[in-house]
């Protein structure tokens, strides 16, 4: 792997002198530059290079004036030493006894041999010639150690389980497997640490899977950049309101790490983008900041329709914005997670009142987008200069902060799970053509399949497989394929389903030692979930089982409540994550005039999961699902099919397209009118001998088929 280098801070001259001599050295480790910051009751002291590895343990680099005396350049060594002892003895997993498990090292670098003093016992001094055989008089790591260090470097030692599981008696429950998976320590991947700490002049994309880090590393990055920067108005954002309980729980956790307080939430703003008057978004506090009335949903919906309601209304403030000649530069750095739902009229809004240098980052996942699947391009987002060049680029350039991050490792859904999750997503095994494809075909590569046969070619076909670095060991060791994904029988009626469904959550809780919060019940229809709610409450309260509906039974912001089972819609799911999931009514994604939404909602609902999901459903519609999955459990839990050509491509999406309000009303009323016929032609009263515009119908649909 070589030397790793993530870089949180701008470098000054020193720091870049001794990050070419360390790449010079075969040395096995990560150096951070500008990172991490260390507080204590009296002081805040941010490191600017610090080197961790198995061999030379961990070094933190001091860079002294050259006209400081060599008695002020030890004292600064004891003062960083004493803080860096101070902080990881908090650690409980890097104590011995009282003592630090490891001896940390301080060397101080000078940028040539003119001004090195000479070594004296306990301090170390170094210049680029001599950096070398300094750097390896440093004590190495012991191995037990390390995972618990770069937690603690990286502030993710606050992600481990707060529930202590205290009622798991069993060694094989399902309980017992959740403790085992959650005590496993959360160290940042390679990727996940340049996305979270590493800062751009600039616009920087992060893109990854369901359950890759996305929502945690933004987090981080609020905490990182708050506790930086105290005076900074900064702003993280989201799309799904429940989104607002986790974000403020893990920025707060953050926070802590790195500053030893809380945030000041009058600075570190965590707000929905949209937001109204009486409960502040976004959107609704440029408008205030503006002097201009802002327009709420009903509002909105009424004059651009519900899918382009919030487009519509960004665009009124642009157009404001274009027409004023003052400046309305509001915030110094916005954070985005859920792009993928988000119109880019509220991108350019945002580009338009983020103080330069526009730091801004955005994190989406395609699948995850309701609506449609489609790369985010930035000029498309954030528009184009006079001359039809992009505003911003997200080019990575070489030894610099990253501007455009994959995150490919997915820690949250297992394997089994999310292979069927883009399997149906993609309807990659469904009777017909796909239902939808990425615009570039290298994403299967970057979000963790390889290629068993064919290539990544447009009119290819192809097998694709989870690659065995994408996802934990801890997965196939906890647990298995048939119990991961679960996919009951069809059911003949509703009500059946939410018995089965019900009883299975009793069983979940009374024998398999899982608590009611750690289960969560998807309706993909928003707009059926409350009355589907109602009939399955039923039956959990036939077996004394606590349950509510995020949103409806409890405030807007609040997601799961503890002893009680969480039921949402799919927007409200969406987001979120549980151990457990049930789908009910998976049929209703599975076939439609809105199939690329349909089956988007099916594989958001399946990635909610941490470790087990059952996909539960009514009648044929079922059916068709049940059909699809077990094509993917026969074909060995890989992707077997035909890439479309381009022009293929597009069709496919003319045909699964969302639909607007006038066609909508148009299938309906055709739908309805088929309905008439069908009910014509068994009374007998019409018979294609009877009717030319029958036959053609009839010719018509035999040819689509």
Not at 25 to 34: D, S
Not at 123 to 135: G, L, M, R, T
Not at 511 to 531: C, G, M, N, R, T
Not at 543 to 548: F, M
């Amino acid at each position: 792997m070589g030397l790793e280098i993530i870089r949180g801070r701008s470098e000054g001259t020193q720091v870049k002198i001794l990050v070419q001599c360390l790449q010079s050295m075969e040395i096995e480790g990560t150096l951070y530059v500008g990172y991490p910051i260390i507080s204590s009751s009296d002081d805040t002291f941010f490191v600017e290079a610090l080197l961790i590895s198995k061999e030379n343990g961990l070094i933190v680099f001091d860079f002294p004036n050259t006209n400081e005396g060599l008695n002020k350049i030890k004292d600064n060594q004891d003062s960083m030493y004493f803080m860096l002892e101070a902080f990881f003895k908090k650690h409980e997993a890097l104590r011995d006894g009282r003592d630090l498990a490891f001896r940390p090292c301080v060397i101080s670098f000078f940028p040539s041999r003119e001004n090195t003093p000479e070594q004296e016992p306990n301090y170390f001094f170094a210049n680029p010639d001599s950096i070398s055989e300094v750097i390896y008089c440093c004590e190495e790591l012991d191995d037990s150690y390390f995972k618990a260090l770069a937690a603690s470097i990286q502030r993710v030692t606050t992600i481990k389980p707060r529930k202590k599981r205290d009622n798991v008696k069993k060694t094989d429950s399902k309980g017992a497997k959740l403790k085992r998976i959650e005590k496993e320590i959360a160290n940042l991947d390679q990727w996940q640490k340049k996305a979270a700490i590493e800062v751009v002049e600039g616009v920087q994309r992060i893109r990854g899977l369901a359950g890759s880090g996305k929502t945690v590393v933004l987090a981080l990055k609020a905490a990182y950049l708050h506790t930086q920067h105290p005076d900074w108005i900064i702003v993280i954002t989201y799309h799904t309101r429940s989104l607002k309980q986790q974000l403020e729980d893990l920025i707060e956790r953050f926070t802590f790490e790195h500053a030893g307080d809380k945030p000041n939430w009058e600075k570190l703003l965590v707000l929905p983008s949209w937001g109204s008057k009486s409960d502040p978004g976004v959107y609704s506090i440029i408008c205030e900041k503006l002097q201009i009335a802002p327009v709420n949903f009903a509002q909105a919906k009424a004059q651009y329709g519900m899918e382009k309601a919030f487009e519509g209304i960004c665009d009124e403030v642009l157009t404001y914005l274009g027409s004023s000649n003052s400046k309305n530069e509001l915030f110094d750095a916005v954070l985005i997670d859920e792009a993928q739902d988000l119109p880019s009229s509220f991108f350019k809004l945002i580009y338009e009142t983020t103080k330069y240098p526009k730091r801004i980052v955005f994190a989406y996942d395609e699948l995850q987008s309701i609506n449609t699947i489609s790369s985010l391009s930035v000029k498309d987002l954030f528009g184009e200069d006079e001359d039809g060049n992009p505003l911003v680029s997200i080019q990575n350039v070489e030894n610099e902060p990253q501007r455009d991050i994959i995150l490919p490792v997915c820690y949250r859904n297992t394997h089994w799970s999310l292979t069927i999750a883009h399997a149906l997503g993609f309807g990659v095994y469904r009777e017909g053509s796909l239902v939808q494809m990425f615009d570039e075909l290298h994403l299967w590569n970057d979000i963790g399949y390889s290629v068993e046969q064919g290539s990544l070619e447009w009119g290819n076909n192809i097998v694709l497989r989870r690659r065995n670095d994408s996802y934990p060991d801890f997965f196939e060791r906890e647990l298995n394929p048939g119990d991961a994904v679960l996919v009951p029988d069809t059911f003949s009626d509703e009500i059946s389903q939410y018995e089965w469904v019900s009883k299975q959550i009793q069983k979940n809780i009374q024998e398999e030692e899982l608590d009611p919060d750690d289960i969560l019940v998807v309706f993909p229809s928003a707009i059926h979930a409350q009355k589907q709610f109602q009939k399955f409450s039923k039956s959990m309260q036939r077996r004394d089982l606590d349950t509510h509906l995020a949103g409806v039974s409890t405030g807007r912001d609040i997601f799961s409540i503890r002893s009680s089972v969480t039921c949402a819609h799919i927007y409200r799911a969406k987001g979120n994550e549980s151990p457990m999931v049930y789908i009910l009514n998976a049929g209703w994604c599975s076939i439609g005039y809105e199939l690329i939404k349909l089956r988007n909602i099916l594989f958001t609902a399946i990635t909610r999961s941490r470790a087990w999901v059952r996909i539960c459903g009514v009648g044929e519609e079922m059916d068709i699902l049940q059909r699809e999955i077990s094509n993917v459990i026969d074909n060995n839990y890989t992707l077997n099919f035909r890439l479309p050509t381009l022009t293929e491509l597009k069709e496919i999406r003319t045909i699964h397209r969302e639909r607007t309000d006038e066609e909508k009303d148009r299938i309906k009323s055709g739908e309805k009118h088929l309905k008439e016929l069908s009910a014509l032609l068994d009374e007998g009263l019409l018979s294609p001998e009877q009717s030319l515009e029958l036959k053609r119908l009839l010719a018509k649909l035999e040819h689509l088929s």
